[in-house]
């Protein structure tokens, strides 16, 4: 069952509007800093809206709280609509945000810098937050890049007043009295970031992912063992090649657990 789609176009957005609109199933609404409440067949965005089962379209990024009952774990699917396009991922416990997605924890687990299906996302106490369970392009997705930011960009590039996955990250976990220092070292789904014989990074860091990049329709789909926050940026960067120099939409679906 889908309980919950919406697309998610990048932009760099300077300020972030709140809706209060009602919408109805299939409505198309564009969002700011809203976030999506997911959880017994109802999805509930914050006080803004009562129930939204259907689709939409969010500027940018958002976050996701997603329930887990045992076997009954609900499954979040991000689809790159038109290939080429990065998407900067953060996960929470979301009854207690201070326990958050850990890089090392996962790595040293997974035994790789390559995440892909089968490969869990643990916390920094050591306990499975979120779960791949599909993978379409079969492994690429940088564990070590990070998110960008305006900072970032004129370190490395020479762009001032150019926000950032950083920026959007900011902006999302606002609602949930978070901030700078609760976001770590993220997961950058669809990016490559080649680590090579002598331990040296690719120029720049993000490369298109071997064979072209991802295709459209590529996607992963995580499943939550636990209730969980999940922060998305859809990434707006264009100073390197992660976006083929183009930032696209992306899809974003929440599923019923099985």
Known sequence: RRDLAFDVVPSRPKTHHRLHAKTHTGDRVRLGSAFVIIGRATCDIGRKWDTLIGAGIMTTHGFARIHSRRNLGQHLRITDLEGHQGVDFLCYNADNPLERYHAPNTLKAAGTLRLTTGHTLYSDEARPIMTMVADSVG???DTI????????????????DCPGCRENFLAALTDHDLGRRD?????????????????????RSFVPIPGGGSKPGDHVELRAEMKTLAIISNCPQMNNPCNDGQPTAIRVEVLGGS
Do not use: K, T
């Not at 976001?183 to 120029?203: H, M, T, W, Y």
């Open 139 to 141: 492994g690429f997705h």
């Open 183 to 203: 976001i770590v070292p993220n997961v950058n789904f669809f990016c490559n970031v080649p680590v090579v014989d002598d331990g040296l990074l690719a120029e």
């Open 145 to 160: 890049g990070g998110c960008c930011s305006a900072h970032s960009n004129e370190m490395l590039y020479g762009v001032a």
